[in-house]
Structure formats: C-alpha cells, structure tokens
C-alpha cells in the first residue's frame, strides 16, 4: 500500500497542475472528479516506531534510581502505623540522551552507584566522560515526552525529585526461587494426598487433550524457573524523603533484595499522558 | 591506548558514609522516643527491663490505658511490640500493642515476679492453670 | 474467621446460648466473618423458657431451631487497628439482632470489640459491660 503512495502522488499533483493550466478564467468550473486526489504526504503508518511512541503513555519527567535498603514502620499524622520500604537515592546523574531524530525515542539515561575505573572497561569510561560523570554501577533509561524534558548531561538528580504524598511506581527484578513445582509457580491445587494417590501428589495433572491436537499447545503452564524476573508495583504512596540525607520512604513493600537497584518513576497510570491525545 | 582516560571524582558520600538503616532508625527514635525511656525499657542491656511474666500498664494520649500481663517482647526497631494477656470479666483477652506508637506517654511496670520463669516467650500459660486473672479488675486502674 | 457450620456464643439476654452460622451476608462466599459483620444463625442451644421471665424481653425469646440474624462481637482471629495494635480473644461470640439491626436482647453480658461502632451498632456498645 505504502509503496504505492508516492506514485499516487505525483499523478494527482500532475492532474492538478494540468487542470490548473487550462484555466482561462476564475469563472470557469471544472469537475472535481477531474481531480481524482488532492497531494498529501503519505499518512504514517501504524506499525511504525514514531507512531507507537505517539500511541504509548508517557512521562513528562524521568525517575530516579534507588537501592532497597529494607522496611520499617511509618506512624503518619492520623496515628496510623503503616509498613515502610526504605529506598536509598545515591549518586544519580544524567549520563545520556536519545533523541527521535538518532534513535527514534526522547529518553534520558541515569546512572547510579559507583564502581572504580579499574573494574569499568574503556568504552564505558569515555562514555562517562562524555557526560562529565564518575562511572557508575548502574544504567536505565527513562523515556520521556517532548524534547524540553530532555536534561543536560551531568544533571544530578536527589530524592527531592519527587514529593510527600505522591505516587510512584516502583520496577524491580524478583528475588530468584529456582526450579519450582506448578503448585508453586501457578498456584495449582495439586494432586490427592491419600485415596491411593502415589507420586503425584504435587502434580500438575493433565497437559492436554489425545489425538487432537496430538500436542501441548502453546503458553501451558507448567515447572520451571520461577522469580529472577523484571516486576512493576503500581501507585505505591510517598510517605517520606529526604534530599540531603538521600532516602525515599515508600508505602507498601517493593520486589527484590536488600541492596537490588529499583528504578522509581511517577505513576504511569496517573500522572501518564499520550502524545496523540496532547495534540487534539 | 596510550593516552590515559579522564575518570571523574564521585559526588559526596551522604550522611558522612554512614549506613543508612543505621541513620533512619536513629532519626526515628529522635522523633518517637526522645527522652530514650521506651528504648531503655525494652532494652537488653537493662536490668529493669520489661520481662515476660510483668504486670504492665500502657498509657495512652487519647484513651483508656490498658493493662496486663507481658506474654512476650519482641524487639524489631520501631516496630518493637508487647503482648499483653488479661482477663476482663472471665474471657481472656490480648493486646500486641506497638509501643514506640506517639499516642503511647509511657509503659508503668506495677508488678514483677517474685522469680521468673526460665523462657522470653510464655504462650504456654494460655488456658491453663498458670494463666493470668483478672488484672485491674477492681476498678485500681 | 466465622463461615458456615461455626458455632458461636451467645452473650446476650434473648435466650439463646450456642447459635451455628449459616450465612454471612454481604460477603463474597469465599470470605468469612468478622468483628462487626452481619451474619444468619440458627439457635442450637437456648435456656429454658420460664414464667419468672416477663415484660419485652420474655417476647423477644428465642428457641432452639429458630433462625435469625447476628452481630460478631468478639472473635478469636486477630484483628489489627489502624494504630498497629493487634487484638485477640478467647472466644468467638456474637449477638442477636432484628431485621433493623437493633439487638433482641436488653442486655449484653460481657466484653465486645471497639469496631462495632465504625459498623454503627452503637446500641450494642452501650449495652456492654467492657468495650476493648
């Protein structure tokens, strides 16, 4: 279809400045069947990468980058006694930036942690040096809406990015569990524990059906590694920060083990906006 | 690979490189305990301790105070907790009461044992002949 | 934690002493009862009728096989505050309402839990000896 775009095109742009030519007067009227298309550029496609991103909900600033350091318990104003995960903000700077003219997306890359030049190959040196930064341990990028959220490299970024009472989402890896069973994994019921029950007492039971479809179809669940796996908790509540001390207090318990990175950014399913919505 | 790569110095260490759970559970008491008489009351290192098998009244702000017998202590930062067994007109009833909690003033020990029991946790006198009575059933408190 | 089949006491003066759950209302299936929910009981255990009982509460009695509606008062499940205090009794007990919500019983014979009255059953609260 795309392909024949341009073709389109240039005949309707012809038709058009041939009718045009043969005008001798304002007042004479032609036809617009004689005009079969008026010239337009070619609408974008919906697979294409710029339309996804206008498509896709966005954030108008960048997150943060914190280390799970453990829970505590939080007594608000109201005599409330709410549990508390502690999120320490250490050495966050702005190391990158894409643009949608190179790569198609606008998104901010944020370092933190700190890691000795020794144990950080050459290349990754000069790409903190570019950005003015010491090396850093870890990297995410954040994407972001327009070009004026774009920040200039070396930012620092502290706690105080965001504020009490907010909500954020937090994104973490799970802590690992193995091989686990489906009983484990899926929360299957498993199998009898007596009744004559042998060896599948913690079973999964049947995968399927016989001669049709002679398979286990696609996406079955069944044993197999469970946790070690990218988690998002949505509209977790900012109970507390502190700028100068570096820590975030966050409502609710976060995935992951003391000492993992999580990356926290504003709720999505709040504060997130689409591009084809902000246009209208 | 000759010319040497320009590394840049970190930012400051925050809290002078102290841990921060250290930091925020210290920052916590200052606010919650100032005079430090809750973290002394629970605390290992005192012998006027609250022990399990005191008779205990806790204090509050805002209501009723509330008494009785320590079945256990359990000491986890600010979310240290005692639970209390009582009597109240025959029917036992327990308390797991927070005690760094604002509304709490303070933790009156009125009575200890003559000799404790050898154990920190006494789950075991529940309904059974060593189980508490009616503590402040006389209107003392 | 009272679903179907519990037996639960009674500790009001309408006659009955031992009611067994049949229904918790207003709940998904799955759930179970609480302090403060409303519930359906049928009376297995009641005191014996006698003629020294007069005036509302001898219409108001209750006998055994009869169904009618309750209010758990006290359970044996711990239910945590807002302030972290965790409360916990020995017993699961409950009293018998009317369709409107009042009790049946005039008079309620021991301890009952501080939630009832977020569930407006204030009656019940003033009635008790001891509110915890």
Redesign the interface.
Known sequence: MSSFAPLICKRAQSTVTNALSEIKSSKQLFSPSTIPFINSQPSVTFTSRESKRQRRRLLERPGLIGVKRGMTCYFDNQGRRLPATILEIIQNEVTFTRTVEKEGIYSIQIGSGYQKPQNVTKPMLGHFRNAKVSPKEFLKDFQVMKPENLLELGTELKADHFQIGQLVDVISVTKGKGMAGVMKRWNFSGGNATHGASLSHRSAGSTGQNTTPARVLPGKKMAGRLGNERNTIFNLEVLDLNAEKGYILVKGCVSGSKGSFVEIRDALKKYGKHLINEEK | MGEK???????PK??NGKN??Q???EA?YEK?DKNGNKRKSISLSNPERIRADDIVTVVYKNQKPVTGQVLMVKRS???S?ILLRNK???????????I????IIRLDVIRRPIKYKPRNRHYYI??SRLDVGEIGANGKN | MIYLKTLIKVIDNSGAEMVECIKVLRKNPMNCAHVGDKIVVVVQEAKPLSSQITGASASNRVKRGDICRAVVVRTKYPIQRDDGTVIRFDDNACVLINQKDEPIGTRVSSVVARELRKKNFAKVISLAPRVV
């Open positions: 790569m320009i590394v840049y110095e970190p930012l925050l809290r921060l759970m930091y925020i559970q916590q919650f930062g600010l979310n907790t109240i007109t025959g029917l036992g009833v327990e308390m797991n009461i927070p760094y909690h604002p509304n529940r309904n």
